[in-house]
């Protein structure tokens, strides 16, 4: 039987990625983006022992292709053994004669895999079930093919691959579904007292109104917010089974459940938040109005003794971050965004928001507090950052346009964390004269009177353009007068500086 598709070398190398690509598919299928998914532990692997330098620059030159490769190639070496399994089961059944092995074989070959990766016995069952139905149907079609003309070889090698790409595309389509919501605009809606919920409706409103009326320019709270993680795939915790902990140097470990947090005195405020790893004038600066409970009191409860006066935190996804006490202590746990549930993609049950410093210690997936006696590094001090500071002043120019009656308008965002706007300021000589921008009014504080402790202001300029080639420079001021420097420097390790500039021809 030469044009048996298991006969050949070829042929049984093509059934087994078949096979791989089935298993893969149905572990979608029924998984979804979940650390369930057969591809996903490997891909937290790859993101946890990627050397700093290869993470960096995924994460400068990169952005999130840099993630994606990642997945790639988690999805590439998970099938590569899957597919090995296969073709050792069809191996082993040629050299025994037996009928059964190659199926059976497959089967529990990929079954023992999945269930060694995932801890998931019976979803395991999944992609082991997908593989070895692919390796029977060859073998099916194998023998049932007897006297048939060569030409059917490639019809069978066809009708292969097409098993392999509606496998793909039935598993994507069914655990796309699956896939829990990542992204704010389809959280459910947070239940809260209606007081609170009248709170968050005044300061949305707020927000709203405050907002500059700049076409193609971010509101003040933002349509999309920015998502950055160590992994692809993001924990997918059920609230029930969530706590948070407070552990090390305290008088007494206490721990706190989500219904406990959710019956605790909460409050809504609005805090920027920008990654430290992002290009000068990037787009990983968003606001968003996020609602929590106070870490200070909780931290008094446990009786804090620590020797460095700092903490670090530590997450459901491997994450750990390390900084000063005194900023968790401003801190919120917070639970809902924009009025929403906290999206799954933005640390969902719960995460940590400490306002001014940098992103990178807004832990998402809180599920320990530890208070350290000496300091130590976190996972992105491991790989030559120093994220964990207060943000540094920042003016960005987002938008440009010429007007119907000639002029130029500019517009953008400016955030200086817990330091303040006062003043945005606009060069169209580059850098020789500068003009104060219109800023739009700070957000509402906590209590509705006052400036927002920690969010960003919106700024606009309009200006006659100079006839040809110019260049426009953006800078803002704090509350206390200081002038953002123009000092340059890349974001590692300590995050970017240095003047925004765009030149117009
Ligand atoms: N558990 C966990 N928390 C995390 C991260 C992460 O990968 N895992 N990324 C950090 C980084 S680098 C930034 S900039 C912010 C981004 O928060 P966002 O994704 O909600 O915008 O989350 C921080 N918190
Ligand atoms: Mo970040």
């Not at 050949?8 to 979804?32: C, D, I």
């Not at 389809?186 to 007081?195: G, Q, T, W």
């Not at 924009?338 to 001014?356: E, F, I, S």
């Not at 800023?439 to 006052?450: H, I, K, M, Q, T």
């Given at each position: 039987?030469?044009?048996?598709?298991?006969?050949?070398?070829?042929?049984?190398?093509?059934?087994?990625?078949?096979?791989?690509?089935?298993?893969?598919?149905?572990?979608?299928?029924?998984?979804?983006?979940?650390?369930?998914?057969?591809?996903?532990?490997?891909?937290?692997?790859?993101?946890?022992?990627?050397?700093?330098?290869?993470?960096?620059?995924?994460?400068?030159?990169?952005?999130?292709?840099?993630?994606?490769?990642?997945?790639?190639?988690?999805?590439?070496?998970?099938?590569?053994?899957?597919?090995?399994?296969?073709?050792?089961?069809?191996?082993?059944?040629?050299?025994?004669?037996?009928?059964?092995?190659?199926?059976?074989?497959?089967?529990?070959?990929?079954?023992?895999?999945?269930?060694?990766?995932?801890?998931?016995?019976?979803?395991?069952?999944?992609?082991?079930?997908?593989?070895?139905?692919?390796?029977?149907?060859?073998?099916?079609?194998?023998?049932?093919?007897?006297?048939?003309?060569?030409?059917?070889?490639?019809?069978?090698?066809?009708?292969?691959?097409?098993?392999?790409?509606?496998?793909?595309?039935?598993?994507?389509?069914?655990?796309?579904?699956?896939?829990?919501?990542?992204?704010?605009?389809?959280?459910?809606?947070?239940?809260?007292?209606?007081?609170?919920?009248?709170?968050?409706?005044?300061?949305?409103?707020?927000?709203?109104?405050?907002?500059?009326?700049?076409?193609?320019?971010?509101?003040?709270?933002?349509?999309?917010?920015?998502?950055?993680?160590?992994?692809?795939?993001?924990?997918?915790?059920?609230?029930?089974?969530?706590?948070?902990?407070?552990?090390?140097?305290?008088?007494?470990?206490?721990?706190?459940?989500?219904?406990?947090?959710?019956?605790?005195?909460?409050?809504?405020?609005?805090?920027?938040?920008?990654?430290?790893?992002?290009?000068?004038?990037?787009?990983?600066?968003?606001?968003?109005?996020?609602?929590?409970?106070?870490l200070g009191r909780l931290l008094d409860e446990a009786g804090v003794q620590s020797g460095c006066e700092c903490v670090m935190l530590h997450a459901e996804d491997g994450y750990f971050v390390e900084f000063p006490i005194e900023a968790l202590r401003r801190g919120l746990l917070v639970y809902g965004m924009n009025g929403k549930l906290l999206p799954r993609g933005h640390g969902y049950p719960v995460r940590a928001l400490v306002p001014g410093h940098w992103g990178e210690v807004n832990t998402k997936w809180v599920t320990e507090i530890e208070v350290l006696d000496k300091k130590a590094d976190g996972y992105w001090e491991r790989r030559g950052w120093e994220g964990t500071g207060p943000v540094k002043p920042i003016a960005k120019l987002h938008h440009s346009e010429v007007l119907d009656d000639g002029r130029r308008r500019l517009a953008g965002h400016a955030y200086a964390g817990l330091r303040g706007?006062?003043?945005?300021?606009?060069?169209?000589?580059?850098?020789?004269?500068?003009?104060?921008?219109?800023?739009?009014?700070?957000?509402?504080?906590?209590?509705?009177?006052?400036?927002?402790?920690?969010?960003?202001?919106?700024?606009?300029?309009?200006?006659?353009?100079?006839?040809?080639?110019?260049?426009?420079?953006?800078?803002?001021?704090?509350?206390?007068?200081?002038?953002?420097?123009?000092?340059?420097?890349?974001?590692?390790?300590?995050?970017?500086?240095?003047?925004?500039?765009?030149?117009?021809?």
């Amino acid at each position: 039987m030469a044009d048996d598709i298991l006969d050949t070398r070829g042929g049984r190398a093509l059934v087994s990625l078949v096979a791989a690509v089935a298993g893969l598919a149905a572990s979608y299928a029924l998984t979804g983006y979940t650390p369930a998914f057969l591809a996903s532990p490997v891909e937290r692997t790859l993101a946890r022992t990627m050397p700093g330098e290869v993470v960096s620059l995924a994460i400068t030159e990169l952005g999130s292709v840099g993630q994606q490769l990642n997945l790639l190639t988690a999805l590439s070496l998970t099938g590569a053994v899957v597919a090995l399994a296969a073709w050792a089961a069809i191996v082993a059944g040629d050299a025994a004669n037996n009928r059964l092995l190659p199926g059976v074989g497959t089967a529990v070959l990929t079954w023992g895999l999945a269930a060694a990766l995932t801890g998931e016995l019976v979803l395991a069952a999944g992609p082991a079930l997908a593989a070895a139905a692919v390796v029977a149907l060859a073998q099916t079609v194998d023998a049932y093919g007897d006297g048939t003309p060569i030409s059917s070889k490639r019809r069978r090698v066809l009708s292969t691959v097409g098993v392999a790409l509606g496998a793909s595309v039935l598993g994507y389509s069914v655990g796309t579904r699956r896939t829990p919501a990542a992204t704010a605009a389809d959280a459910p809606s947070l239940p809260v007292s209606d007081s609170a919920r009248e709170d968050i409706e005044t300061k949305l409103a707020l927000a709203e109104a405050r907002s500059l009326d700049v076409d193609g320019l971010d509101s003040l709270v933002s349509e999309t917010f920015y998502q950055v993680d160590i992994n692809s795939i993001d924990p997918d915790l059920d609230a029930d089974d969530w706590s948070l902990s407070v552990t090390g140097a305290v008088e007494e470990e206490t721990t706190v459940d989500y219904d406990e947090l959710l019956s605790m005195d909460s409050r809504n405020q609005f805090s920027t938040l920008r990654c430290v790893g992002d290009s000068l004038n990037g787009k990983k600066m968003d606001t968003a109005l996020w609602t929590g409970v106070p870490l200070g009191r909780l931290l008094d409860e446990a009786g804090v003794q620590s020797g460095c006066e700092c903490v670090m935190l530590h997450a459901e996804d491997g994450y750990f971050v390390e900084f000063p006490i005194e900023a968790l202590r401003r801190g919120l746990l917070v639970y809902g965004m924009n009025g929403k549930l906290l999206p799954r993609g933005h640390g969902y049950p719960v995460r940590a928001l400490v306002p001014g410093h940098w992103g990178e210690v807004n832990t998402k997936w809180v599920t320990e507090i530890e208070v350290l006696d000496k300091k130590a590094d976190g996972y992105w001090e491991r790989r030559g950052w120093e994220g964990t500071g207060p943000v540094k002043p920042i003016a960005k120019l987002h938008h440009s346009e010429v007007l119907d009656d000639g002029r130029r308008r500019l517009a953008g965002h400016a955030y200086a964390g817990l330091r303040g706007v006062s003043r945005v300021e606009v060069s169209t000589d580059g850098g020789e004269s500068w003009t104060d921008a219109s800023l739009s009014e700070p957000l509402p504080s906590v209590d509705v009177d006052g400036n927002a402790e920690d969010a960003w202001r919106q700024w606009v300029y309009t200006y006659d353009p100079p006839s040809g080639a110019h260049t426009a420079v953006v800078r803002m001021v704090t509350e206390d007068g200081t002038v953002q420097t123009d000092e340059e420097t890349g974001p590692k390790p300590t995050g970017p500086s240095g003047w925004v500039s765009k030149e117009f021809s």
